[in-house]
């Protein structure tokens, strides 16, 4: 997954992103099945005495988006991604499940007559 950081007043260590970037992998095995063609775009705030974060991850039909804020960053992160995860796994569901099946004979039969 390529992950993109913005901070404003914010950074991020390479240290920190590489541990963030683990965590990032996780959703793209839902929605990619691991490709590596997944992106997402972290945008990090600090305003007064919090921190606010927003992920966006571009998908097939909507974006799917998580915010979280907190006073420890990672935190913030942390609640952000989990939101992402739990978008993810009902994205995932729906795409597994909501193919049709194909008609009954007996159905089709019974439509005839």
Same mark, same amino acid.
């Given at each position: 997954? +390529? &992950?993109?950081?913005?901070? %404003?007043? &914010?950074?991020?260590? @390479?240290?920190?992103?590489t541990k963030l970037t683990a965590e990032f992998d996780k959703i793209?095995? #839902? #929605?990619? *099945?691991g490709r590596g063609e997944a992106e997402a775009h &972290? &945008? #990090? +705030?600090h305003e007064r005495h919090l921190n606010e974060v927003e992920i966006? $991850? @571009? *998908?097939?039909v909507h974006d799917l988006v998580g915010h979280g804020s907190d @006073?420890? #960053?990672?935190?913030? $992160?942390?609640?952000?991604i989990g939101k992402l995860e739990a978008q993810a796994v009902k994205v995932r569901? +729906?795409? %597994?499940?909501?193919k049709r099946a194909p008609r009954d004979s007996e159905a089709g039969a019974k439509a005839e007559i």
């Open positions: 997954m +390529k &992950v993109t950081y913005t901070g %404003r007043q &914010v950074e991020l260590s @390479p240290a920190q992103s793209a095995k #839902l #929605l990619d *099945n &972290v &945008v #990090l +705030k966006t $991850i @571009p *998908n097939q @006073p420890d #960053l990672f935190a913030a $992160i942390h609640s952000a569901e +729906k795409q %597994r499940d909501g």
